[in-house]
């Protein structure tokens, strides 16, 4: 496989402010039903400019992220239709589509657009409608997105002569994670089940802590209500029912709608933008980004190898200086892979780490401390701006209840999608 050489950046590029969105099911409430992408994406976007300090006026360019714009919003021009509602008209702006992985691409984006020098303050949002798609020809109205639709789109991620023929599709790709784990590792079955069932459970805790995740019932309460007194009891029965040989239904995302927004700006102009606000700017240390479509065997491991090891590389930063992490786990056995290709977690012990409960925002290795796309949601393209969200919060301190036990100086953040892009990048706090 082939591997790049990543460079520093020309100047430091730090972020300033965030914003995110609820994640919701819109059309499934008359306060929401009727909602447009323009209005998503601008409270993202505004929530950003208002925790930055900043006002439309002061950002030179943005960047507008959706997984699949032409079925959910039907737009061929996303970007160009949505500047209104964040006082952006006239500016220059970009539409840009990495399917699941969109919203960590969102932050390499504009970075590299300030780092390069040519402009010196960006925002950088994604929106998606994951439970919904836009009724053609209607202004605004908007219909259930079924399964079997939302199917149809996933079949847009591969090679359509050959990667279906291979059986690359999706059930196989589902498990391949959990089965090259297992294996490589000398998990028995049952160890390898109670894994996935921990990290759902680890991820609900989470979720049940954060106002803007989109399911916040523990699994111990729904246990309770379908009558088991052992949480695990519950999740090896039938309510939890496998959809392959490894993962269950509670490690499958939640879609649905949402967005949300970043800032950056040049560090070396922090104090000119943040006027008086009094949190400190976290910079962009570096990214690392790798892509292997779905014949690749293991495309997920191989493409995350690659990744973080150009973003270790060009950041001279090493696994044990990073105090939280976030993988966008879709299919759930991503963070647990991840993390312990990233060196969060040691090779081979990390489930161990996640059925003692050690990962949850309140062990000492807490990994997606918002819930995940498994109790957070996932607004596809969106999804990835609301992990920095919340990384951005944690390192501030801004988490209330489930602030994690020690502050987070230094975080990694690795999203994948779309068969497969991978992004990995660090930042870290300024003193």
């Known amino acids: 496989m082939n591997q790049t ?33 323009g209005e998503l994406f601008g409270y993202a976007a505004l929530k950003a400019m208002e925790d930055a300090g900043v006002n439309p006026q002061d950002i030179d360019f943005y960047f507008h992220g959706e997984a699949s714009p032409l079925h959910q919003s039907n737009y061929l021009t996303p970007n160009v239709q949505i500047a ?16 699941c992985c969109t919203g960590y691409y969102a932050i390499e984006q504009a970075v590299n657009a300030v780092a390069s020098g040519k402009y010196n303050c960006v925002l950088s949002g994604c929106v998606e409608f994951g439970d919904s798609a836009a009724v053609p020809n209607h202004p605004y109205k908007r219909e259930k997105l079924s399964m079997e639709k939302f199917l149809q789109t996933t079949a847009w991620l591969y090679d359509r002569t050959y990667t279906r023929s291979l059986m690359a599709g999706q059930e ?37 802590m954060d106002e803007l995740a989109i399911e916040r019932r523990t699994y111990e309460q729904i246990a309770k209500e379908a009558g088991f007194d052992d949480v695990m009891d519950y999740m090896r029965s039938p309510y939890n029912p496998k959809n392959g040989d490894f993962l269950r239904m509670s490690g499958i995302e939640l879609k649905c709608d949402g967005a949300a927004a970043v800032i950056v700006c040049a ?9 008086n606000k009094n949190h400190k700017p976290i910079e962009v240390l570096g990214v690392g980004c790798a892509a292997c479509e779905a014949t690749t065997p293991h495309f997920e491991v191989r493409a995350t190898e690659e990744a973080i090891r150009q973003v270790y590389e060009v950041t001279e930063v090493k696994p044990e200086d990073i105090d939280i ?16 290709i990233a060196g969060y977690l040691p090779y081979g012990e990390g489930w161990k780490y996640i059925c003692d409960g050690r990962t949850a925002y309140d062990g000492d290795k807490p990994i997606n401390t918002n819930g995940g796309r498994t109790s957070f949601g996932h607004a596809h393209a969106a999804s990835g701006l609301a992990d920095l969200y919340e990384c951005v919060k944690q390192m501030r301190g801004e988490c209330g209840e489930r ?17 497969q892009n991978i992004c990995s990048y660090i930042i870290r706090t300024i003193d």
């Not at 209104?84 to 399917?99: L, P, T, Y």
């Open 5 to 37: 050489k990543v460079n520093k950046y020309s100047r430091s590029v730090s972020i300033i402010g965030v914003g995110c969105t609820p994640f919701m099911y819109t059309v499934d409430n008359p306060e929401t039903d009727g909602l447009t992408e």
């Open 84 to 99: 209104n509602w964040f006082g952006m008209k006239g500016k220059a702006s970009i539409h840009h589509s990495e399917a």
């Open 172 to 208: 196989l790709i589902y498990d391949d994670a959990a089965e090259w784990y297992k294996r490589t590792r000398g998990l028995t079955d049952e160890q390898m089940d109670d894994t996935i069932n921990h990290m759902s459970i680890n991820n609900r805790k989470n979720a049940s």
């Open 267 to 275: 560090t070396d102009m922090v104090d000119k933008y943040m006027g």
């Open 325 to 340: 992490f976030f993988a966008n786990d879709f299919i759930i056995t991503s963070h647990l892979v991840s993390a312990e």
């Open 403 to 419: 602030q994690v036990k020690k502050l987070p100086k230094t975080a990694m953040l690795r999203g994948y999608g779309g068969a």
